[in-house]
Each structure stands twice: as C-alpha cells, then as structure tokens.
C-alpha cells in the first residue's frame, strides 16, 4: 500500500513524459524502500489477552472541588466526582491501564495506520475516557460535550506541545501525533483537575483497560515479546511473552497499590 502510494506521489509529481525520472524518485522515496505497510493478521495472528489485578488496599479518592466552575459543578447534579486517578473496578481489577507491545515486533517493520478514529471527549468537566492510545499518524478527535469552555494542552516531551480552547458545541479538534510516546499527559488550562493520558505507539499493538481490567492485543506475527502496563500512579510493570501462529495466551498482571 505505501508503495503504491509513493508511486503514485511520483507520478503526479513528474508528469508522465519522464520515465527515467519517475523511477528514479519511486527508489528513492522512503515508503517504498521501507516496504509494504502491514496489518495486524486477525485470521493467523497470535492473540494476547490478560487482566490487570489490584491486589493492595483500595485508595480512597479525593471529591474534586468544581466549585470554581458552576457549570462543571452543575453537571454532576449535587454527586461527588471523585478523582479517577486510581479506579478500581469492582472485580477487583485497575481501570485506565494503558497495555502495549514494547519490544519483539520484526524490526523495520512498518505499519499501517488504523482507519478508526479515536475519541475524547470532555464530559462533566472530566476527560472521557481518561486513557487513550493511539498510532502515530492516526486520528484522534476532541470533542466538548459541556456547556463550557475547555482548554486542550497536552504535554508531551518527544512530540510537539499544542494547546487549544474549545467552546460549547464547537467542532471536533482532529488530531495526530507523529512520534512514539507513552504516554503524553493532557490537562485542561480552565480546570485543573482535569487529566487524561494518551500512549502513542508506532505500531497497531496496544490496548487500555476498561470496567472489567482486560485487554487483548490481536494479530500479532509469532514472536517473543515484552508486554508493558503503565498506570499514571503506578508505573509501569513488564513481562515476557512467546506465541506462535495463532496461539492465545494469557498474560496477567498485578500491582500492589
Ligand atoms: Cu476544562
């Protein structure tokens, strides 16, 4: 697919009345000396699956004081929003895990990006959900389901730092990062309260854990690989893991709090 991209880049670029030309800038052009992009293989790929444990005592979170804002206040209707910094699920299990392939993917291989888009969405004066992951390249898109100004300002260190305001009801912010980073933390300049996380990885292998503390990272080429959790309080936690073609394995982790 890339090369035929760049191909067609080539092309365009050079008229058509110059092969010579053309076939010098298709060599030469990065997509197509890297080689093809590949996917992750759903049908003979390797599946990991797993759960993210929490074993310690359960923290208490502390009430968000929205009083500040009135309409972020408001928009929990007289219920405490406690901070989610730590969420344990009532399985036991940690929520907003961020889980990723760190190392053992075939080196130099490049992927191609996921056609879905990634939503975040600020609810409540709250950043929904509070982790997400992305590709580099892929589209993620903000949105502002609130009845007040927010302010969007990720922090990253490897990518380029932004920060934009959004109102009620204004268009959706589409996004990208180019670079891989895990994670870039995003605060909101109005609300300081306000976090979400955003792990950006160069390859389609990564997954975040949700009410039930599982993930699944589907089509992976057989391999040994090191799985790696990163919790924002937590840190992050590693292990080994070897699969062959379409084998499933189960890797679970567990912090202590
Ligand atoms: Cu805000």
New binding site residues.
């Given amino acids: 697919m890339g090369a035929v991209l760049a191909a067609g880049l080539a092309l365009s670029g050079c008229g058509g009345d110059k092969p010579a030309e053309t076939a010098a800038t298709e060599t030469t052009a990065p997509a197509a000396a890297a080689g093809p992009l590949a996917t992750p293989d759903e049908a003979n790929g390797a599946t990991i699956t797993g759960k993210v444990v929490f074993t310690g005592q359960k923290p208490t979170m502390p009430t968000l004081d929205m009083s500040a ?1 009135p309409a ?1 206040e408001r928009s929990h209707k007289g219920t405490e929003q406690k901070s989610e910094e730590v969420v344990v699920n009532p399985n036991g299990t940690l929520k907003s895990v961020f889980v990723w392939v760190k190392s053992g993917l075939p080196s130099g291989q490049r992927w191609a990006v996921p056609a879905t888009t990634v939503s975040l969405d ?1 609810n409540g ?1 709250m950043y929904r959900p509070r982790v997400i992951g992305v590709m580099t390249g892929q589209n993620f898109q903000i949105t502002n389901s ?1 009845p ?5 300002h990720p922090q990253p260190r490897v990518n380029p730092e932004w920060n934009e305001s959004q109102s009620p009801g204004q268009v959706a912010l589409t996004k990208t990062f180019a670079r891989p980073e895990v994670m870039i933390a995003v605060k ?4 300081p309260w ?1 976090r979400a996380f955003v792990g950006v990885v160069g390859h389609p292998f990564f997954a975040v854990t949700g009410d039930d503390g599982t993930f699944t990272i589907r089509g992976l080429p057989p391999g040994t690989y090191v799985i790696q959790t990163l919790h924002e309080k937590y840190g992050p936690m590693e292990q080994t893991v070897t699969v062959g073609p379409k084998e499933s394995k189960a890797v679970d982790f567990s912090y202590k709090g």
Avoid: E, P
């Fill in positions: 804002n972020c600020q004066c609130d007040t100004n927010h302010n969007i909101c300049n109005v609300h306000m």
